[in-house]
Nanobody, 124 residues
Framework: QVQLVESGGGLVQAGGSLRLSCAAS????????MGWFRRAPGQKREFVAA????????IYADSVKGRFTISRDNAKNTGYLQMNSLKPEDTAVYYC?????????????????WGQGTQVTVSS
């Protein structure tokens, strides 16, 4: 089992930045790829970014490319999502997830492990 706990959400003005963290415990975090997803009110959960177990490969949704950066520190069992140039449409609950492959953590369905989510609100 892997337990994931997100933090770092909050209220920020448009154009601002936030850094989300995903702290992992349990089985070896470094064995898993990690992804970030978000769910806006009334919307489906959508993919944001993913990173492989070593941190060498990343994938981003088109809507966040150039603004968000996913990273991880396996020594600290923690993943991150640096969010810059935030827009009101980025407002959502953000979740981290983990699974065995990079491709697996680009899809919300069937993932092995999820965090509880952290709210990000971007005001205009």
């Amino acid at each position: 089992q892997v337990q994931l706990v997100e933090s770092g959400g909050g209220l920020v003005q448009a154009g601002g930045s936030l850094r989300l963290s995903c702290a992992a415990s349990g089985r070896t975090f470094s064995s898993y790829a990690m992804g970030w997803f978000r769910r806006a009110p009334g919307q489906k959960r959508e993919f944001v970014a993913a990173i492989n177990w070593r941190g060498a490969n990343t994938i981003y949704a088109d809507s966040v490319k150039g603004r968000f950066t996913i990273s991880r520190d396996n020594a600290k069992n923690t993943g991150y999502l640096q969010m810059n140039s935030l827009k009101p449409e980025d407002t959502a609950v953000y979740y981290c997830a983990a699974d065995s492959t990079l491709i697996a953590v680009t899809r919300a369905e069937g993932l092995a492990y999820w965090g509880q989510g952290t709210q990000v609100t971007v005001s205009s």
